[in-house]
């Protein structure tokens, strides 16, 4: 049932969190199962509030360009097997047939002299980073699993931690409790007004955005603003290239170039983009920009009117807010893997990387509510934020009868296939309710479109 009071006490919450003009969120309603409900935590409902709140943003946006008001906004139904399957993308994307690998042998829980570890060795870097570390006496076949899990049998996890993060590298000591409070979103008006949109097909059409994030929920955002009609234009710098499977998962829906800010002419180039765009998406830790005169304040002082939305790992305030982190770092270190502990003690995981995801769904709701507000906004999310509300104020909600039995669905209805510059893909298609229900065209190849915006009438 969708009424204006009432409704999913998470979609309301998240929507409060967001600005959202209050008894909106009663607009969405939910059916069906998914298979995010075999957890402690309230993971499945924390999923489809972030996929349902994004869907009513994108509705606004429509209705404001359209010259409509928000009293007009449909009721909107979001399906929870489409939610479950977007939210375990990774899982499900085949590469002409082929499986990609999500876990590198040396990420995972490894037991240490008291208590366990979490380390994250996926990218080349992070894993010469951990050798450094760990690897002395490994011998010349390099870290094993074996070796590693022999090597921290006999340290304690935050020392190792430390030395590792030290050494430019990613290990967490698996904690007890939950970490400190964050917010779930922080926003800052900056008194600018983007330019005027006027109406267009898709709630996002005509809409330029810079995306700078890599990995998992920065590009879910900008994979799913790039869906609703925006012209998004990937920027990477050319010396840390991107995994080719996790781009053709989150490649969808935009451009992807490579531009060196160190470099006068490339930064130049930058300019120039930034001088049209009307969002600019970060995804990198707390400071690691400002040396390219890209701080938000920056930023906005530069253009202003511009949407500025940012996502780190561990918050923006407190010790640990300038730390590297993914997703399965933040569940270790915040308490969530120890809470979802098996009976024999090891730490256990969310049944889906869903503060990665749900951040990223956030942050896209985030976006089109500042479009839709006439921009101007400075926007801060993070995965320890996401966290926060996961462990502390996202309710249970009954589930379906038959949401984990037998007769449960599997993902097949909401899988789809497309050619793409990395092969055939099988992948899965986005939840959104009321939007488009699939992108044109498969990714292009990480790094290889052009900086330049596309022109007016190629956009949606």
């Known amino acids: 049932m969708i009424t204006d009071e009432g409704g999913d006490p998470a979609t309301r919450q998240a929507w409060t969190a967001l600005g959202g003009a209050p008894g909106l969120g009663g607009r969405v309603g939910y059916r069906g199962a998914g298979a995010l409900g075999a957890a402690r935590l309230p993971v499945r409902e924390l999923a489809r509030a972030s996929v349902g709140v994004c869907s009513l943003a994108a509705a606004e946006l429509a209705a404001v360009r359209a010259g409509r008001t928000v009293a007009d906004l449909p009721g909107l139904v ?27 042998p040396l990420s995972g829980f490894w037991r240490t002299a008291d208590g366990w570890l979490r380390t994250h060795a996926n990218y080349p870097h ?17 870290l094993t699993p074996e070796r590693l899990r022999a090597e921290l049998a006999g ?54 955005v810079l995306d700078l994030t890599r990995v998992i929920a920065g590009p879910v955002a900008t994979r799913t603003l790039g869906l609703l009609g925006a012209d998004v234009l990937r920027i990477d710098p050319p010396g840390l290239p991107e995994a080719d499977d996790a781009h053709a998962d989150t490649g969808f829906g935009k451009r992807s170039a490579r531009l060196d800010l160190a470099d006068r002419a490339d930064r130049e180039v930058f300019g120039e983009l930034l001088a049209e765009a009307d969002v600019v998406v970060a995804g990198y ?24 939305a940012q996502v780190c790992a561990w918050g923006w305030h407190g010790p640990w807010a300038g730390r590297r982190g993914f997703d399965s770092l933040v569940q270790a270190g915040y308490g969530i893997a120890e809470a979802e502990a098996g009976p024999d003690g090891a730490p256990g995981v969310l049944p ?4 990665d995801h749900g951040t990223g769904y956030l942050l896209a709701a985030g976006v089109l509510r500042a479009l839709a507000e006439g921009g101007g906004r400075v926007l801060r999310f993070s995965l320890a934020g996401t966290a926060s509300w996961l462990v502390r104020e996202v309710p249970r909600q009954p589930a379906a009868p038959d949401a ?57």
């Open 285 to 308: 830790r707390p400071g690691a920009l400002d040396r390219y005169g890209l701080a938000a304040g920056e930023l906005v002082a530069r253009r202003p009117g511009l949407v500025v």
């Open 155 to 208: 340290r304690r996890a935050v020392e190792v931690q430390e030395a590792v993060y030290a050494a430019g590298g990613l290990a967490v000591a698996v904690t007890r409790g939950f970490g400190a409070p964050q917010p779930l979103v922080e926003v800052q008006r900056t008194g600018g007004r983007g330019r005027e949109l006027g109406a267009g097909r898709l709630p996002a059409s005509g809409v330029r």
């Open 78 to 104: 979001v399906d929870e097997g489409a939610v479950s399957t977007a939210f375990t993308s990774e899982r499900h994307l085949r590469v002409d047939g082929r499986a990609p690998v999500s876990f590198a």
């Open 352 to 355: 889906a990387q869903a503060l």
């Open 126 to 142: 992070h894993r010469a980073a951990l050798e450094r570390v760990l690897g002395s006496g490994s011998g010349s076949g390099g």
């Open 404 to 460: 984990h039995g037998p007769g449960a669905p599997g993902p097949g209805p909401w899988l789809r296939e497309i050619p793409s510059a990395y092969g055939r893909l099988r992948y899965a298609a986005p939840p959104l309710a009321g939007g488009p229900r699939d992108w044109p065209a498969g990714p292009s190849r990480w790094g290889t479109d052009p900086a330049r915006w596309l022109p007016t009438g190629d956009l949606p």
